[in-house]
RNA sequence: CGGGGUGUAGCGCAGUUUGGUUAGCGCACCUGCUUUGGGAGCAGGGGGCCGGAGGUUCAAAUCCUCUCACCCCGACCA
């Protein structure tokens, strides 16, 4: 079974990439475009798939105290421009509405870009001593930016995502917090869950989120060396505090402003599954967040279909209390057809059942992740498919790991950086002096950005990768999307 | 927002250069029969304001003007 000789509706990974994307995200039938430039449909399959991830990465959120709210879309105007780095920032992609029916408002109404300005409002409200603090609090809701260049998933006028607001009473507590998102909530959703490896590190302050202090960031290879950012926790230092007046009294009695942080993660994560582990036959499904773990294939003739379909229906009720489980009995389509179909939309494992394996008490089963045909008997088959699904969340995200060890090239002079970004892509690890003029520069010639600061320590000390001047800062760069 | 490209059936396209029968093909769809262990076969059938608006002409998918949408490449961004 060689790769793409079966399927010909998608385009070749190695050859298109960005038409493969499209193909995998229309025909594994994850969503779709509409009238509407920029705003997609999510079809069901796609839906399950963000429920999936949204119940894991929920889970997580409050695990670590936090509680879920909803706040209003819309945002007065006069409170969006408070903050003036953070307006700055995002002006120009803010949809305003200005009637109500058929009257103009007094103040035209922003639909949220993020919801910074409009929680801050409100914490404003609710804080007023230290023991109000901290507030720790989520929303999952929808944002609208109004963008010139959309695709699917990867960048929508309208999306989906969560955001978490919180408020602390000394700095301290901010940038704990701030972290303990990035590596035990994000870090830990991203690699465990959809099995993408990251590198994590702040964001240089041309990268930073408008109107924070620092940001931090996980940023991940794409099958094409492009870097997706996965996620960022910004610590938003007392700027947004100042901005929106939320102050308390401290235990000394003294009025102090609030230390206030943010953090998201959106529905661009789908992209990232579908371009990290996506081959040349479609999408493969990290088994935690699939929407269908375990797809039954009856094979059916005329003598022996009734007791096939029936046998195909007592294992779909048996598997159903451990997995997610389809049985695919539609009349119109032949085995061969289903087989592909269901590997375009990435089910971890296919379970074949007809007559010959009734006769022996066993099913033929198929791994997405490996390709090739096993027999298991059937008094094995929970046991074995329950190590399976561990398997292939394991096998995924090593693959990836790997990937991305292998695309992580340490340049020492600038000739040898342009010549990766040329030829390979990925990250690009090198020292910078920290100059913002040394980051525009090397953007303008090569279209790599700082993706993050390296996190680790770092005692010995380079020569910055474009103005030559000595730094102990090694920052990790690459093409993003 | 600049440069380029494409709009014809649900999807993918041909036809446009050189205007002229009833606008065609593949896939998908519907009906029936035979099939079904890696995208089944045959027979029959349905579906179109040729992106939209104006014009030129006896006659426009085809020529002219204007418009809209989408895609690709560059400048800005989760």
Redesign the pocket.
């Given at each position: 079974?060689n790769d793409g000789?079966?399927?010909?509706?998608?385009a070749s990974k190695d050859e298109a990439f960005?038409?493969w994307y499209?193909d995998v995200v229309k025909?594994a039938d994850l969503a779709d475009?509409t009238m509407?430039?920029?705003c997609m449909v999510i079809k069901p399959y796609g839906y399950a798939l963000w429920e999936n991830m949204q119940q894991c990465l929920d889970k997580k959120i409050k695990a670590t105290g936090h509680k879920n709210a909803y706040f209003p879309l819309f945002i007065p105007e006069s409170l969006l421009t408070k903050e003036a780095e953070h307006v700055e920032?995002f002006a120009?992609?803010v949809a305003w509405v200005t009637h109500g029916g058929e009257q103009k408002l007094e103040e035209r109404l922003a639909v949220r870009?993020?919801s910074e300005a409009i929680i801050g409002s409100l914490y404003s409200k609710w804080v007023h001593s230290w023991r109000d603090l901290p507030i720790l609090i989520n929303q999952w809701a929808n944002?609208v930016?109004w963008?010139?260049?959309?695709?699917p998933?990867?960048?929508?006028?309208?999306?989906l995502?969560q955001e978490g607001h919180t408020a602390h009473k000394n700095q301290q507590e901010a940038e704990e917090e701030t972290l303990k998102i990035l590596l035990d909530v994000y870090k830990e959703y991203i690699e465990k869950d959809l099995a993408i490896p990251v590198l994590v590190g702040k964001k240089s302050s041309?990268?930073k989120?408008?109107g924070a202090v620092h940001t931090y960031?996980l940023e991940a290879l794409m099958g094409d060396g492009k870097i997706?950012?996965?996620?960022?926790s910004h610590n938003l230092g007392q700027n947004f505090a100042k901005a929106f007046d939320i102050r308390f009294l401290d235990e000394n009695q003294e009025e102090q402003y609030a230390w206030t942080t943010s953090w998201?993660t959106?529905?661009?994560l789908v992209?990232g599954i579908i371009m990290v582990h996506g081959d040349e036959?479609g999408l493969k499904m990290p088994p935690k967040v699939a929407p269908v773990q375990v797809v039954i294939i009856p094979?059916?003739?005329?003598k022996t279909?009734q007791e096939?379909l029936k046998k195909a229906r007592e294992l779909e009720t048996t598997l159903s209390e451990k997995f997610r489980v389809e049985l695919d009995d539609r009349?119109?389509?032949?085995?061969?057809?289903?087989?592909?179909?269901w590997?375009?939309k990435g089910v971890p494992v296919?379970l074949?059942?007809?007559?010959?394996?009734?006769?022996n008490s066993q099913?033929?089963a198929?791994r997405r992740d490996k390709?090739?045909?096993t027999?298991i008997k059937e008094t094995e088959l929970i046991s074995t498919l329950e190590k399976w699904m561990e398997d292939i969340q394991n096998n995924l995200y090593m693959s990836a790991k790997v990937k991305l060890e292998e695309n992580i090239r340490f340049a020492g002079q600038y000739s040898e950086f342009k010549e990766i970004m040329e030829e390979k892509l990925g990250f690009v690890k090198a020292y910078w002096c920290g100059s913002p003029k040394c980051e525009?520069q090397i953007?303008?010639d090569t279209?790599a950005t700082i993706r993050c600061l390296a996190m680790e320590e770092n005692d010995e000390k380079g020569k910055c990768i474009y103005c030559g001047k000595e730094s102990s800062s090694l920052v990790y760069f690459g093409r993003?999307?």
């Open positions: 079974m000789e079966f399927v010909k509706e998608i960005s038409q499209i025909k475009y509407v430039k920029g920032g120009p992609e870009p993020t944002i930016r963008e010139k260049v959309t695709r998933f990867l960048r929508t006028t309208e999306f995502w041309n990268e989120f408008a960031t997706l950012q996965a996620g960022t998201g959106s529905t661009r992209g036959r094979i059916l003739f005329d279909k096939v009349d119109a389509y032949t085995p061969g057809w289903k087989f592909n179909e590997e375009m296919r074949e059942i007809g007559p010959r394996d009734m006769a099913v033929v198929v390709g090739n045909k027999t525009d953007k303008k279209k993003a999307y």
